[in-house]
């Protein structure tokens, strides 16, 4: 695998050649969550159900030495390593590398499975691949976060990340679901939705998923009801804020106050999603994930302006003045 030395920064928008004739775009499938949760054993699950098409995947290990690269197993055409840091921190520009030699294949793979190191940043991952150069090749279908059952509440009271995981993901397995009670199962299950309203919730107990919920669509509106704002306090200070106003906003205004919020605190804003209006009562659908703001037109009748804000101690005064400087 080519060399590029992850302190460089300078990714040209033509890293990945935009010029290759293509039949149809990459697949890929993104598995995140901490260490131990079961990534590659799901990873295995999926290649078996996948065996029919040809398939791509590239392993992240934080350190030297990538020891998951030995246990992957299944249907695939190579593994690309990433060792010696995290994905989207140091190493993001050895991604663009591994995506632009995917890109030049003359037989390109039908499916890019990507595992990533435990402390992976899924939010700024995942914007790699709105990039529009790269969605010109390859189509992000799920992000799927694995958690343990046992420990990831523990995990959600020692470090950020892994609530940032559950956050930007629209698939969450919850692995590992028959080594813990059914009543506290259940309660567990309600405090991640909590963290993520949009995300596909999935116990499973051996880390295996059935290669049919890849191709769900993923939902543009909460999967449960959001607390209004006043809300108690969630697992380890994650929580949920609803804000709504009648009022319409400036789109550009907003994109551009959301793009400078959050590129300074994207670590406490974990992600913000929801519809609004403009001037014209024309509806746009707004989605961030990490550093990333997308604001697109949406077809869709709405009344009022709304939007879910997720991340660390959140509370309504704070997303008072993050988003009322951009109203008409």
């Excluded at 299944?74 to 010696?84: A, D, R, Y």
């Excluded at 595992?115 to 940043?121: P, S």
């Excluded at 191709?215 to 994650?238: A, W």
């Amino acid at each position: 695998m080519t060399t590029i030395d992850p302190s460089s920064k300078n990714i040209p928008s033509a890293s990945i050649p935009l010029n290759i004739e293509k039949k149809s775009k990459v697949n890929v499938y993104i598995i995140t969550g901490f260490l131990g949760a079961g990534k590659t054993t799901l990873l295995n699950s999926l290649l078996s159900q996948f065996d029919q098409e040809k398939n791509i995947v590239v392993e992240n290990e934080f350190g030297e030495i990538n020891i998951d690269k030995n246990l992957v197993q299944g249907n695939f055409k190579k593994v690309f390593e990433i060792t010696g840091g995290c994905l989207c921190c140091n190493l993001d520009t050895e991604l663009y590398d591994v995506l632009d030699q995917i890109a030049r294949m003359e037989n390109k793979p039908d499916n890019l499975f990507l595992e990533t190191t435990g402390i992976a940043d899924a939010g700024n991952l995942s914007a790699i691949f709105n990039e529009e150069f790269v969605k010109e090749i390859f189509d992000l279908k799920k992000m799927i976060c694995v958690t343990d059952a046992e420990v990831v509440e523990d995990f959600l009271g020692k470090t950020s990340e892994t609530a940032r995981q559950i956050a930007a993901s629209n698939l969450v397995l919850i692995n590992k679901s028959g080594k813990v009670a059914a009543q506290y199962l259940a309660l567990l299950e309600e405090n991640l939705k909590r963290i993520n309203p949009y995300a596909q919730f999935t116990p499973t107990t051996d880390g295996t998923l059935d290669k049919n919920l890849l191709f769900t669509k993923n939902p543009v509106r909460p999967l449960f009801s959001v607390e209004k704002p006043g809300n108690k306090q969630l697992m380890h200070s994650i929580n949920s804020v609803l804000f709504e106003t009648e009022s319409c906003f400036d789109v550009e205004k907003l994109h551009s106050v959301l793009q400078m919020s959050l590129f300074i605190y994207y670590k406490d804003i974990y992600r913000i999603k929801g519809y609004i209006k403009n001037s014209k009562g024309e509806a746009y659908l707004l989605h961030s994930a990490g550093k990333t703001i997308s604001i697109t037109p949406a077809d869709e009748q709405i009344s009022h302006s709304h939007l879910v804000l997720i991340g660390h101690k959140l509370t309504l005064e704070i997303a008072d003045r993050l988003l009322k400087p951009a109203l008409c």
